[in-house]
């Protein structure tokens, strides 16, 4: 059985990334899946990671999004792989270096140590970063309430931006940087060229 392809989706809250993942993901037959919150365990911690009345440490951010993602991989990833079946996922382990290291500015060599020890062996094959200005971000974004995240200040918006851009510039792992702005239909269409070139059908 061959095993299935590997895609993560990656960029600032607002950048339109969950909306071209969840069409790609119906275009190739993959699993969707997101981060935090893409196990029932992981439902229960994302409500606490996102919920702005409740302070928390970096550190504690760090963790539980790793706890999230460990548990993520042992109960849904690992097992469709292995199963010949295709993942998407919506933000995988470079968000936490994205949010919790350039944005929260934890040490980055750490993070990527108590990273490593979540995921295993289990890197995406294609990490794929919708890139947008935090203004253009800020233009599209729709909700009144704002969560944790949503909440920082456009400050720590840039800093993830441009830890997004440096990783993708300098990963030993395989990224691509698509230009997030235009219409949804244009998105896709720059990602989907992208993802022509990986093994989807390997019988
Ligand atoms: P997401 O579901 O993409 O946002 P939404 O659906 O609200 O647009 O992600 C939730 C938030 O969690 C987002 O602001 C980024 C943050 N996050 C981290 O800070 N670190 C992580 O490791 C992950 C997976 C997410």
């Not at 989706?9 to 919150?37: H, L, W, Y």
């Not at 108590?114 to 203004?135: K, M, Y």
């Amino acid at each position: 059985m061959n095993r299935g392809v590997f895609v993560a989706f990656e960029g600032i809250d607002a950048s339109g990334k969950s909306t071209v993942a969840k069409i790609i993901a119906e275009r190739f037959d993959a699993t969707f899946t997101i981060e935090p919150g893409g196990t029932p365990l992981g439902v229960e911690l994302r409500k606490w990671l996102l919920d702005a009345d409740t302070p928390m440490k970096p550190e504690s951010e760090a963790l539980l999004m790793l706890a999230d993602r460990s548990h993520h991989v042992f109960e849904l990833i690992e097992p469709t792989l292995a199963a010949g079946k295709h993942i998407v996922a919506d933000r995988y382990y470079a968000s936490t270096l994205a949010y919790q290291g350039y944005g929260r500015g934890l040490n980055l060599a750490e993070l990527r140590a108590a990273t490593d020890l979540a995921i295993g062996p289990t890197l995406p094959d294609l990490t794929i970063l919708i890139d947008l200005s935090v203004e253009a971000a800020n233009e599209r974004r729709q909700r009144d309430t704002k969560d944790r995240f949503e909440s920082a200040d456009e400050n720590f918006h840039e800093r993830v931006r441009q830890g997004y851009l440096e990783m993708a510039a300098t990963a030993s792992e395989k990224w691509v940087v698509i230009d997030g702005a235009g219409t949804v239909d244009e998105v896709v269409a720059r990602v989907q060229q992208e993802l022509l070139l990986l093994p989807w059908n390997r019988d």
